[in-house]
């Protein structure tokens, strides 16, 4: 009788820790998820170091694909002025032209340009992708922050 009390209790107890592992690795997934941080173009932009090097998810139409290998494209906020500059990252090779006037969603890294990028970006910026005319996306080029997209889909044809 004691060993049958015994087994049942060893199997009961099998069983509850297996539940625990399984919950903890729930919670884990939850919290992942939960990194994500859903924001707008004018809500990153206000308050930078809220975003720094998180991940966010952020949308708006697609102003501007550079030419030059598809390395940048801006999007526009809700105001109709606020742009931000999206750069690949991840698995992500490059941003097809064809994604202009597109409203696209983007998930990605907020970035705040350190000193040695910045001057990575600008001898690429006098190099390769300048333009005679100020486009309407050359503050966002210009400014220090921006998203390093690591995924991306488009919402609008």
Not at 17 to 26: A, L, M
Not at 55 to 68: N, P
Not at 117 to 135: D, R
């Amino acid at each position: 009788m004691q060993r049958s009390i015994l087994w049942v209790l060893l199997a009961f107890l099998a069983i509850s820790c297996n539940q625990t592992v399984k919950n903890e690795g729930d919670n884990q997934e939850a919290v992942k998820t939960e990194e994500i941080v859903s924001a707008t173009i004018v809500e990153l932009l206000a308050a930078p170091a809220d975003y720094q090097d998180k991940e966010v998810a952020v949308s708006g139409m697609v102003t501007h694909v550079c030419r030059h290998g598809g390395q940048k494209c801006f999007i526009v906020a809700d105001d109709g002025e606020t742009q931000i500059r999206i750069v690949p990252g991840g698995d992500i090779d490059e941003f097809k032209i064809e994604l202009e006037g597109s409203t696209v969603a983007f998930k990605g890294i907020f970035r705040v340009q350190t000193v040695e990028l910045t001057a990575e970006e600008l001898e690429e910026y006098e190099s390769k992708e300048h333009h005679e005319v100020e486009q309407s996306h050359s503050d966002a080029e210009k400014a220090e922050y921006f998203l390093e997209a690591v995924d991306f889909k488009e919402v609008t044809p």
